[in-house]
């Protein structure tokens, strides 16, 4: 009988976790260290290689909360390996986090492992980023992100010259909201392949470490590997005592070749341009334009969560967007075929996602539109960027590819 797996000496996957839990989710969030050594113990073609940012320490069968420090470890086979214990680093930071994808990228080239993906665990803002760091009172941003994976790139490369070729081929987002075209953009200018996300807030411990057993079976098949991330996201169930839920109310992989980003960016910029210039053209174009992307329900869409205006009420599911503006005939005739050719760009980067028609833990919110990325379309002034320049969604490079704030000056 062939083997099915590879041997430990030669994973298909190095599958870095980069855990930060300088925040109020440090608690519940542990949790994905528990899946991933148990993950590396059935499934022995992944290496883990983990940072953890934490104040919890374990006194025999006890977790208690104590100074904050920092993990790391390698997982191979079930068993821990590498082990130290630090000062705590800042998770925020993207020095920090380069230092941590290059590192992953030297634990691939040891172990000769066929892709390399990186786990980002904490908070998530969308197109405003994520990995917050509560002792440090910062946020790093969406670019900052992306650039930090291509700066860690760029170091193994240096460091490694027999290995320059080797990349983060996925980044996983355990993070709320970050299936977004503005981060699908920049992850695709540093060279990642994929991006596995949702477009909406989780709950927490989010995505399951075992997505990490679905991508190494199937790193040879990108569409098998999308479905199986997918289904197994979607399918997982935590134990919330009188219930039990899901970790998302939607979730995608997108496929961020240049190419297809490329085509992504023309086609918005094309929709923008012709549905700006017309708006500004005819006071009911813009009325109808307005009345368009409003009738698309943003993120956040539980009634708690939507009760408090957060930012993300603006960030809009694409597809569904650009589907109904090309379906409404009080708009010209350019305007309808740009937003088609605009949604047609879209959907060709979504490999495979799922929608929830009735997420309980958010009241019951249906997701039946969530089919890929969210782009951010408000309709409003506070819309536009209401916790910049903290947390920005509207600076970056996708936003001024596509002439994004033009459109949002002629419908806002």
Not at 126 to 147: C, Q
Request: charged share 20%; glycine share 6%; aromatic share 6%.
């Amino acid at each position: 009988m062939i083997e099915s797996v590879r041997s430990p000496e030669s994973p298909a996957l190095e599958f870095g976790i980069y855990r930060d839990g300088d925040n109020n989710l440090d608690a519940s969030q542990a949790y994905v260290l528990k899946q991933a050594l148990d993950t590396s113990g059935s499934d022995h073609s992944i290496a883990f290689h983990v940072e953890n940012t934490t104040g919890l320490r374990i006194h025999g069968d006890t977790l208690t909360k104590g100074a904050l420090h920092t993990d790391t470890f390698d997982l191979t086979g079930g068993e821990i390996t590498n082990a130290h214990v630090g000062r705590s680093a800042d998770m925020s930071s993207p020095d920090n986090l380069a230092r941590f994808v290059a590192q992953t990228l030297d634990q691939a080239e040891r172990n000769g492992a066929k892709q390399t993906w990186i786990e980002l665990v904490d908070h998530g803002a969308g197109d405003g980023g994520g990995l917050e760091s509560d002792s440090r009172a910062e946020v790093m941003s969406m670019p900052a992100i992306a650039n930090a994976i291509a700066q860690g790139q760029a170091e193994h490369a240096r460091e490694h010259p027999e290995d320059a070729g080797r990349t983060v081929d996925g980044v996983v987002a355990n993070q709320c909201l970050m299936s977004t075209l503005g981060f699908a953009d920049a992850l695709s200018r540093a060279g990642v392949k994929y991006l596995a996300a949702s477009p909406e807030t989780m709950i927490s411990p989010g995505t399951p470490t075992s997505v990490a057993h679905a991508i190494a079976a199937n790193v040879d098949d990108p569409a098998k590997m999308a479905h199986a991330v997918v289904s197994t996201t979607m399918r997982y169930r935590y134990d919330g005592g009188d219930a039990r839920f899901g970790p998302a109310a939607a979730f995608d992989v997108l496929d961020c070749s240049p190419e297809k980003i490329a085509h992504v960016d023309a086609a918005v910029k094309a929709f923008n341009d012709a549905a700006a210039a017309d708006a500004r053209s005819a006071p009911a174009q813009r009325a109808a334009l307005r009345e368009d992307v409003a009738s698309i329900d943003g993120m956040t869409r539980d009634e708690d969560l939507a009760s408090q205006h957060l930012p993300w009420q603006a960030d809009r599911p694409a597809i569904a967007m650009y589907d109904t503006i090309a379906h409404d005939e009080r708009l010209s005739n350019s305007v309808r075929a740009a937003a088609a050719a605009a949604s047609s760009a879209v959907g060709d980067i979504v490999l495979a996602h799922r929608e929830s028609a009735h997420f309980t833990p958010f009241n019951g919110a249906s997701y039946r539109d969530a089919a890929g990325p969210t782009v951010h379309a408000p309709v409003t002034q506070r819309q536009i960027d209401p916790w910049a320049p903290k947390i920005s969604e509207t600076n970056n490079a996708f936003a001024a590819a596509t002439d994004e704030s033009a459109f949002t000056a002629a419908i806002a």
